[in-house]
């Protein structure tokens, strides 16, 4: 299979320049070259960034405490309940979650189904050998086609939304209008060239004149109209229960700022962050901040309530209070006590993970 830089080459010699959103898709799932395709091991202290799954099993299990009580408030005789997870990397959350029912909710377990939604056969095959112990998890690789047409449960992702290609939009303040970044070739660099204006600028960008009149030469901010569409379809797809997304990302005041001229768009390789996003394609993780009001309205167009958009803080406290007081959690033990540390302190994962949940 070729390797993501030569389908790159290939692909802008032929038909000339192409949107970042290109480049990243193919960056990051070109078949068994792309990112994501080979990098088993990309998370953790010995990848190249640090989830909130990779700080140990506590995560998995406090979400395994928030998702019994929302499937007890479904439970009912005529109907299969299912916990889909889309983007389950190599299976670990799922394994976390699966073992706390197994362990405590037993009963529980046996009436749910446990659905992966992954496009990927070889992710499918890394996560099939993790989970191998449990009998009720299915494989999907789309909504679209699958037997998975309703779903009485919970849809959920978890740094799932961040890694859909994203497109790159600038400012020009000289006639005052919106473009799209796009990827070229300088030889055989990969390298920034501006593409046409933006004709029916988003919704983000349609701030008030005021706004717009101070916005810096080439501000630039990031899209992901395949987010939104895959939340989209997924609301679609519940019929009732949750769909929750925990990623980072921005709340509607934040989506401008100072400190972000050059977007949030980064490149991760070995814990480092870097602006050079045109290096390496395949070799290191592209992500961006999820532009959570376009999110939250995707959902509520498609009937979809918003029940709580909080941080990540927020969201674990709430959950481990509660299981703490109905005693679903003992007391944490010393490492349990460093890992909720770590998910939830402002230095450490605390700091720009939200949590959307909305229902039907």
Same mark, same amino acid.
């Given at each position: 299979m +070729?390797?993501?830089?030569?389908?790159?080459?290939?692909?802008?010699? +032929? &038909?000339? @320049?192409?949107?970042?959103a290109r480049f990243m898709e193919l960056a990051l799932y070109c078949p068994e070259t792309g990112y994501y395709e080979k990098n088993?091991?990309?998370? &953790? *202290?010995?990848?190249?960034?640090?989830?909130?799954?990779?700080?140990?099993?506590?995560? &998995?299990?406090?979400?395994?405490?928030?998702?019994?009580?929302?499937?007890?408030?479904?439970?009912? @005789?005529d109907s299969g309940l299912r916990i889909v997870e889309a983007g389950a990397h190599d299976g670990a959350l799922a394994a976390d979650i699966l073992r706390w029912l197994e362990r405590f909710r037993p009963g529980l377990l046996s009436e749910i189904?446990?659905?992966? /939604?992954? $496009?990927s056969l070889r992710r499918q095959a890394w996560q099939r050998e993790k989970l191998k112990q449990f009998s009720n998890v299915r494989w999907i690789s789309q909504f679209s086609g699958s037997t998975v047409q309703?779903?009485?449960?919970?849809?959920?992702?978890?740094?799932?939304?961040d890694a859909f290609p994203t497109r790159r939009l600038g400012w020009d303040a000289k006639v005052g209008k919106w473009f799209e970044w796009g990827v070229t070739l300088s030889g055989e660099t990969f390298a920034w060239v501006r593409l046409e204006e933006v004709l029916q600028p988003p919704a983000i960008c349609l701030q008030p004149p005021e706004l717009l009149a101070v916005l810096?030469?080439?501000?630039?901010?990031?899209?992901?109209?395949?987010?939104?569409? !895959? !939340?989209?379809?997924?609301? %679609?797809? /519940?019929?009732?229960?949750?769909?929750?997304?925990?990623?980072? %990302?921005?709340?509607?005041?934040?989506?401008?700022?100072? @400190? *972000?001229?050059?977007?949030t768009l980064r490149a991760y390789h070995r814990h480092r962050a870097t602006d050079d996003?045109?290096?390496? $394609?395949?070799?290191?993780?592209?992500?961006?901040?999820?532009?959570?009001? #376009?999110?939250? +309205? #995707? &959902?509520? @167009?498609?009937?979809? +309530?918003t029940e709580s958009f909080c941080t990540q803080p927020q969201f674990l406290t709430r959950i481990l209070a509660g299981a703490v007081k109905d005693k679903s959690l003992a007391s944490l033990d010393a490492k349990q006590?460093?890992?909720?540390?770590?998910?939830?302190?402002?230095?450490?994962?605390?700091?720009?993970? *939200?949590?959307?949940?909305?229902? *039907?």
């Open positions: +070729k390797m993501p830089t030569v389908v790159i080459h290939e692909e802008i010699r +032929k &038909g000339g @320049a192409i949107s970042f088993q091991d990309s998370v &953790g *202290r010995t990848g190249d960034f640090i989830t909130s799954v990779s700080t140990g099993s506590l995560f &998995g299990e406090l979400l395994a405490v928030q998702f019994t009580r929302w499937l007890g408030e479904l439970r009912i @005789a189904e446990y659905v992966i /939604l992954e $496009p309703r779903v009485d449960g919970i849809i959920f992702g978890n740094e799932l939304l810096p030469d080439n501000y630039t901010l990031e899209i992901s109209p395949a987010a939104e569409n !895959w !939340w989209r379809v997924a609301a %679609g797809i /519940l019929a009732r229960g949750k769909l929750v997304a925990i990623d980072y %990302g921005f709340t509607a005041a934040e989506q401008f700022s100072a @400190a *972000r001229l050059n977007g996003l045109l290096a390496n $394609p395949g070799e290191q993780d592209l992500t961006a901040h999820v532009n959570f009001p #376009a999110i939250q +309205k #995707a &959902g509520e @167009a498609a009937g979809l +309530k006590v460093r890992q909720f540390q770590t998910l939830t302190h402002p230095e450490h994962l605390g700091s720009a993970f *939200r949590v959307l949940v909305q229902s *039907r």
